[in-house]
Structures are given as structure tokens and as C-alpha cells.
């Protein structure tokens, strides 16, 4: 595609629920980033793809969040048993190869609200 | 460690002059720079690789100084089209993990 897509764009749940959030990349871009971002805050880094390969999970704030990536296109990023501290903006990312020297290229990103 | 942003926040009237400065306490591989606007995705503007690479396009350039971990984005001649919240974002060596600067909230007013 264009660009990054992200769906859904916004997520409601109550607390305790489990979501799926997804992230389409650019067609071709090897690598495939998540980040979370807070209110009046910079994106944090969650986790990183090369391929199908998860080579970063550094991020991930607690064994309740997974992210995968099968067939090393789309990419999901998975949030179990949801807490109030999970509602932030969840962006997902693109470049064409390895993150730290190629430009990363952002959806719109999904905002998810806990209840 | 996140880097540092300087200013937090700016405000310019159309056609003034900007610096912003982004400082890292660990060493860099490379930096990034991002504009985001309110309720909209980072948007990439330039990416600098080497130790006093200085890249521009338009009216908005940067420069990367290796050895003091710092790099500034310059906007000259400010445009409204220009307001947002401008973010660094550095890799260390070792990993291609991003990490964010602490953001620099542009203002433009005509």
C-alpha cells in the first residue's frame, strides 16, 4: 500500500478484556516497529520485526503483551487480560531495512481507551 | 536513556528563525527527526549517520555532532505549515531500537 495502515483506528474496552490491534506495513519494508504513546509524550518503543523475526522485545510492558508477525508482512500486537494504564496511542512503523539507519514511516495509529 | 530536548517549548511569529537542540547521554549511531501534529502520526523529516553530517531540505536542516551526542534542527524563515511538536529520536549502536526525545512544542502565529 501508501503508506503504514493501522485498523481499527479507535478501540474501546472494559478492563480485563483482551484486543488485537493491527499494522499493514509498507509493501517490501523489512522491518515493522511498535511503539505506545501517552498523552503529551514521545512514542515508546515496545518491540521489532526483521521479517517474521522478532528481534527486539525490550519494550513490552508485561508478559501481557504480545506482537507477531507470521509471514513477515502484517503485524499484530496483542493485549491481554487489558489494564487502565494500557489507554494510550499504539503506533506501529516501516522502514525498508534495518531501523537504525533507514527512515521509519508511521500509521495513524490506533488509540485504545480501557474502561 | 531518553535524550533531552531543548527547548520544551517555542513560540515564533511567522518567518522567524528556530533552533532545536536534542542531547544524548550514550553514544549515537544515528538520528532522527520527527514532526507530529496534534492527533496525527510522526512524520519523518531527515535522518543524520555520521558524526557532523549535516543535511537539509527546504528550510529546515540538522546537524549531528558525534562527539558531544548532540544534534539540532534548524527552521528558517518559519512557515505556519511548520507548527507541531518536534521529537529526536536516536539509535545507539548495537540495537535498532528508536527512542524518542522528550519533544519540542513549535508554535507558529502569524
Known amino acids: 500500500g501508501a503508506g503504514v495502515s493501522q485498523s481499527p483506528r479507535y478501540k474501546v474496552a472494559k478492563r480485563g478484556q483482551d484486543v488485537a490491534l493491527r499494522c499493514d506495513p509498507i509493501s517490501g519494508h523489512v522491518s515493522l516497529f511498535w511503539y505506545q504513546q501517552a498523552l503529551g509524550q514521545g512514542p515508546e518503543f515496545l518491540t521489532y520485526?526483521?521479517?517474521?523475526?522478532?528481534?527486539?522485545k525490550s519494550g513490552l510492558p508485561s508478559d501481557r503483551f504480545f506482537a507477531e508477525r507470521p509471514e513477515g508482512s502484517v503485524s499484530t500486537l496483542k493485549i491481554q487480560r487489558t489494564q487502565q494504564e494500557d489507554s494510550a496511542v499504539y503506533l506501529c512503523?516501516?522502514?525498508?531495512?534495518?531501523?537504525?539507519?533507514?527512515?521509519?514511516?508511521f500509521g495513524d495509529g490506533t488509540r485504545l481507551s480501557i474502561l | 536513556q531518553q535524550p533531552v530536548q531543548s527547548p520544551q517549548a517555542v513560540i515564533l511569529r511567522e518567518g522567524e528563525d528556530a533552533v532545536i537542540n536534542c542531547s544524548s547521554s550514550?553514544?549515537?549511531?544515528?538520528v532522527h527527526w520527527y514532526r507530529q501534529k496534534h492527533g496525527e502520526a510522526p512524520v519523518f523529516l531527515m535522518i543524520l549517520l555520521k558524526g557532523g553530517e549535516q543535511k537539509g531540505h527546504d528550510k529546515i536542516s540538522a546537524s549531528f555532532n558525534e562527539k558531544k551526542q548532540q544534534s539540532s534542527l534548524y527552521l528558517t524563515a518559519s512557515q505556519l505549515s511548520y507548527s507541531g511538536t518536534y521529537f529526536c529520536g536516536t539509535v545507539n549502536f548495537g540495537n535498532e531500537k528508536l527512542t524518542f526525545g522528550t519533544g519540542t512544542r513549535l508554535t507558529i502565529i502569524p
Open positions: 520485526f526483521q521479517n517474521e523475526a522478532q528481534l527486539d
Open positions: 512503523a516501516s522502514s525498508r531495512g534495518e531501523g537504525r539507519g533507514q527512515p521509519q514511516h
Open positions: 550514550k553514544a549515537l549511531y544515528s
